[in-house]
């Protein structure tokens, strides 16, 4: 096996990328504090063809260096924007059809795995700050709070890894 260089990869160009189609998927960061993990969730998006990322309340938005030094540019490529309550941001997306998965740990959560999106579903995945997760009043308005199984002895997964982990199953199930 040979390692492929960037240039036999095939990426879209960041034109390209605005033109495509994109998955039925939006994530919400709700009051998320570290910059690196914005960042990551940048690029993860890009990698699963997100169509937008909405950034509440504390969230850093772009232009910045520390977010571009996870998002590798994908700040340039993802469409986003900026609402200062988190709430009005699901009350939007509400409107517009989409189910609001808040990813949190509560009772009565929906296992991640368990979560089979309907087809033609629009999906907003609510990622909640790294201390307090996502804020009680957000569950309260979402239609299901999904929970990453885990079997160790932490209480959970770093924020950008959750978005990983949930993107990617949100994604495998809808493509």
Not at 130 to 148: A, F, R, T, W
Request: charged share 25%.
């Amino acid at each position: 096996m040979r390692k492929l260089r960037t240039s036999e990869l095939n990426r879209l160009s960041v034109e390209e990328f605005k033109n495509s189609d994109k998955m039925p998927i939006t994530v919400v960061m709700d009051n998320i504090r570290s910059l690196n993990n914005v960042g990551s969730v940048f690029r993860t998006s890009d990698a699963l063809k997100v169509e937008k990322i909405i950034l509440c309340g504390i969230t850093a938005t772009p232009p910045n260096k520390e977010i571009h030094k996870t998002a590798l540019g994908a700040e340039e490529s993802m469409d986003w924007s900026y609402e200062e309550q988190t709430e009005d941001a699901i009350a939007q997306l509400k409107e517009a059809g989409y189910t609001i998965c808040s990813l949190e740990q509560v009772e009565n959560s929906t296992s991640l795995i368990d979560f089979q999106p309907r087809r033609g579903e629009k999906v907003a995945l609510v990622l909640g700050n790294e201390v307090k997760g996502v804020q009680q009043k957000v569950v309260n308005i979402s239609d299901v709070c999904l929970e990453i199984p885990q079997y160790g002895t932490k209480h959970s997964f770093n924020v950008s890894v959750s978005a990983g982990i949930a993107l990617w199953e949100l994604f495998r199930k809808m493509a």
